[in-house]
């Protein structure tokens, strides 16, 4: 009976376990299977040397995808060979100069030690003094106005709080970056070591105290770009009411060069692409700021205009074709989606749809205004195949802006 009844429990264990298998198998069938993607409807205005196709298909859509993908690798192998020039460049440019500071120690201290070594210690000596006066360490200056004080930071072993807060608008700097972190903590052992080594004449039947990262209550810096970095550092003493302040400081030294090259952007063609829906008011607007700047000082700029609906379309088309006539301009493209108009997917679309070779992309709304000076900053701050930073517009400057900082 045993026996009988663990056959028929094992044979229902196996069905059920078929069963789950089945379903796992339909859910997973369900979930993989290739969907269609939603076909975009576009249409151009017919310019010379362009057609509009419904894109390449076959044998033609690889080869234009090899084509392009073999572009944009000649764009980033001549990338790296710029900056491998440049950098042997600087390389050879340190060696004449370290090889030249090496032959007048030689010279001034003839192969040894001597006078010459002595005077080169106290010009050190002496400038890393003058220095540290400056500093405001010892003794404080008198300052035109409060606007010329240079702030302090305060900070902790897991924070670090800011009176400037930049982009960030708080005043706690979250996460600490690395260069700061090991910054702060260089002098954090500095401090501790100074804590921990023995003075001369102390009382040696007197127990020291062996200080730690856990006796370190907070500490102020701030650093002026002429003179250095200031740091004071405050610990827990050997009582409930007694604390140990250090002040490091570190001197900056003279400036040195450390890159001189030449930039040309002549051949620097900006691709201003423009999302609209609507709004033919604004795009009139727009389109006379972009014939004086654009076309009439600067002459290297492409639009791209991506429409979405057909309401105003034809007061789009209408501007655009005025323009064309008008100052003979040629290098611009309307693209026209049939969808809900969302900014992200009409940059995409603009972008996908340029076919010139190496350009640079210029994300634009309707209602920015911007001058040449801004397109030639644009040119200065990128490179070709690369994506380094973003130029954020605030009140008609410039701001260059790491890319993180704003996806």
């Known amino acids: 009976m045993l026996r009988r009844g663990l056959l028929t429990w094992v044979s229902r264990v196996g069905v059920l376990l078929v069963l789950v298998c089945c379903s796992l198998s339909l859910l997973y069938v369900m979930t993989c299977s290739p969907h269609s993607e939603d076909n975009v409807v576009s249409q151009a205005l017919p310019r010379p040397g362009m057609g509009v196709g419904s894109g390449p298909t076959g044998r033609n859509g690889y080869q234009a995808m090899l084509a ?41 201290t003839g192969g040894g030690q001597g006078p010459g070594a002595d005077r080169s210690h106290a010009d050190l000596q002496e400038f890393l003094r003058s220095q540290l006066g400056r500093a405001e360490v010892h003794q404080g200056t ?14 902790t072993l897991q924070r670090v709080y800011q009176l400037e807060m930049g982009l960030t608008r708080h005043p706690e700097e979250k996460p600490v970056r690395k260069d700061r972190r090991d910054e702060l903590s260089e002098a954090l052992e500095t401090a501790l070591q100074s804590l921990n080594t023995p003075r001369n004449g102390a009382d040696k039947g007197h127990t020291t105290k062996v200080y730690s990262p856990s006796d370190f209550i907070e500490g102020i810096t701030r650093t002026e770009k002429d003179k250095g970095t200031v740091y004071e550092l405050t610990f827990k003493g050997d009582q409930s009411r ?26 620097v063609r900006i691709n201003i692409i423009v999302p609209l829906s609507q709004r033919a008011d604004k795009f009139r607007h727009f389109m006379h700021n972009f014939r004086e700047v654009c076309v009439r000082q600067d002459g290297r700029v492409h639009l791209t205009v991506v429409y979405f609906g057909t ?12 323009t064309s006539r008008e100052i003979n301009f040629k290098n611009f493209t309307l693209l026209q989606l049939n969808e809900e108009f969302s900014r992200g997917r009409g940059l995409d679309v603009g972008a996908r749809a340029w076919k010139g070779g190496n350009v640079l992309l210029f994300f634009c709304d309707v209602d920015i205004y911007f001058t040449a000076d801004f397109l030639n900053t644009c040119r200065l701050n990128t490179q070709p195949g690369e994506i380094l930073e973003r130029l954020w517009l605030r009140n008609d400057m410039p701001i260059p802006i790491r890319f993180h900082q704003h996806r």
């Open 311 to 322: 309401d105003q379309m034809n007061e789009v088309r209408s501007t655009l074709e005025n």
């Open 242 to 267: 007694e604390f140990r302040k250090l002040v490091l400081f570190r001197p900056f030294g003279p400036l040195m060069k450390v890159k001189n090259e030449r930039v040309d952007t002549a051949n």
């Open 142 to 155: 008198r300052l035109p106005s409060e606007y010329a004080m240079v702030p302090f930071e305060s900070f």
């Open 68 to 108: 392009e993908r073999e572009e944009q690798h000649k764009l980033h192998i001549a990338s790296l060979k710029k900056q491998i020039a440049q950098l042997k460049e600087a390389l050879q440019e340190r060696s004449e100069q370290l090889k030249g500071v090496q032959d007048s120690m030689e010279r001034g």
